[in-house]
C-alpha cells in the first residue's frame, strides 16, 4: 500500500514504513496472555523481555522463547500462527532500536493525531460531504496553504488554464487587419 501511495507523490524519493510499536507490543501482549495459567506469575516478566527482544529486532529468538514456553501443541501452534500472522511478515517494518537511533519515529501518534486534526475535523462536519476525489483535493490544497505554497499552485493553474485554452483557440489566418488596427 505504502509504495502506492507515494508513486503518487512527486518529489518523494526515499521513505521508510514501520508498524506501529505499541500495536506491535498490543499484539505480543495478545500472545502472552495465552501463557499456561501454572506460568501465569511469571507472565509479566516474559512479557518484558519479549518487548525487549521486539525493540531490538530479534525476531528469532522472540519466535523460539515463544515455541518454548508453551508446551500444549494447541497454544503453541495458536501462540505461533499470532506470530507468524503479524510478526514474520512485517519484520523489515519492525527495526525500532534502530529507527530510535535514527531520530525515526516508532509510532503512529502523529500520524494518527494530524488525521483526526485535517481530515476529521476539517472535512468531516454537518452537511459536508464528498466524493473520495474531491476529499483527496481539499485535502491537496490545505497542505499547500498550510505549506506556504498557495501563490505556487495558482500560478500554475493559471498556467495550466492557459495551456488548454490556447488549444482550442481558432489560428488566426488573417492578421493584416488586426495589425494595422492597432
Known sequence: MCATIWSRSPGVSDWYEALDYTHAKQNLNQIAEMIPRSLSRHRQEVFEYWKDLLWHGEFDEL???IE???RSPKKRTQALKKFDN???GN???MHYSVFKEHNLPT???AVESAIRRVINLRLKGTGIFWTAEMAEVMLFLRSQFLCGR???VLGNLVNRTREMFMQFRPPMTNTAGFQQAA
Do not use: K, M, V
Open 63 to 65: 519466535r523460539s522463547t
Open 86 to 88: 503479524y510478526f514474520a
Open 68 to 70: 518454548e514456553l508453551f
Open 150 to 152: 498557495w501563490n505556487i
Open 91 to 93: 519484520i523489515d517494518r
Open 107 to 109: 509510532g503512529s501518534g
